[in-house]
């Protein structure tokens, strides 16, 4: 799918969707990847999205989270966490109850 349009940020945010990093029972698994674009190498936080291990995506904290999220006009969580000097991925996993 195409990457979402790139937003404003205070620090120059690189963003990269859809990686893959490894596949289990034949299914694919992802993860959507934000990084400041200047002074690496950068602490990483794995962020997990919600949903009781059945429901959800990992787009639940890569996409907008409405309009003003974190302080920052249209920003996802990981966006706003590279913003702030770390690389940020949020990781899609199999769901129960596979």
């Not at 937003?7 to 859809?18: A, F, G, I, N, W």
């Not at 990483?44 to 006009?73: I, M, N, Q, T, Y």
């Not at 969580?77 to 199999?94: K, M, N, P, Q, T």
Request: with cysteine; charged share 20%.
């Amino acid at each position: 799918h195409p990457a979402p349009a790139p937003r404003l940020l205070p620090t120059p945010v690189v963003r990269h969707y859809d990686l893959p990093y490894g596949r289990a029972d034949g299914e694919d698994l992802q993860l959507d990847l934000a990084r400041p674009r200047d002074g690496a190498p950068f602490p990483c936080v794995v962020c997990l999205h919600g949903g009781a291990w059945k429901a959800g995506s990992r787009k639940d904290l890569s996409e907008p989270f409405g309009e003003v999220s974190f302080g920052l006009p249209g920003a996802s969580l990981i966006e706003v966490l590279a913003d702030r000097g770390f690389a940020a991925a949020s990781a899609s996993y199999r769901l129960a109850p596979k």
